[in-house]
């Protein structure tokens, strides 16, 4: 073995093989992800503050404390990837693979495990929306299962979107 075909193998191990499927940002798409990301975050902490606030001073509307909080993560991942997708900022300069795979995975866990929680017998349906005087943690997992798919549904939406458009300025 050669000095640079060492060189190669010690720069594939290092840098794995599938190091072009990392997605590279220009630095004004750098700065958008930043700035949606802070304020999806923001999102999520002023609705989680207000959601344990509200459940703490005696008016609990859901059953447990940590279905509502995967709700708001579910929503505030859903507004950042549509605001990144709105602006362009949600795919890098070298294409949608890694965010393709992400959606796909999205879409995925939605299905997968909304097939998994759903309830089985009569029994478990009659305390899927309200299980005493408040709301199922059931249903909310559902509705965040929901949440997900969506999401991931948006990404791939996003990435059709931007192939699509990018082979026409191709093609001009």
């Given amino acids: 073995m050669s000095l640079k075909s060492f060189d190669k193998f010690c720069e594939k191990i290092i840098m794995g093989e599938p190091s072009s499927q990392k997605a590279v940002f220009?630095?004004?798409?750098?700065?958008?992800?930043?700035?949606?990301?802070?304020?999806?975050?923001?999102?999520?902490?002023?609705?989680?503050?207000?959601n344990t606030l509200i459940m703490e001073c005696g008016l609990q509307w859901s059953e447990s404390y940590a279905a509502p909080m995967m709700l708001l993560a579910a929503l505030s991942f859903l507004y950042w990837v549509v605001r990144n997708a709105a602006k362009g900022t949600l795919f890098g300069v070298n294409g949608t693979a890694a965010v393709a795979y992400t959606g796909g995975f999205c879409m995925a866990m939605g299905i997968l495990y909304s097939v998994m929680h759903f309830p089985s017998s009569e029994e478990e349906w009659n305390t899927f929306v309200i299980s005493g005087g408040m709301i199922s943690e059931d249903l909310l997992i559902a509705i965040t299962l929901a949440l997900y798919f969506t999401s991931g549904l948006v990404i791939l939406i996003a990435a059709h979107r931007f192939k699509k458009a990018e082979k026409l300025s191709k093609e001009d």
Avoid at 30 to 48: A, D, K, P, Y
């Fill in 26 to 50: 220009d630095e004004r798409q750098n700065q958008l992800r930043r700035q949606h990301t802070i304020e999806s975050l923001c999102v999520f902490g002023g609705s989680s503050f207000l």
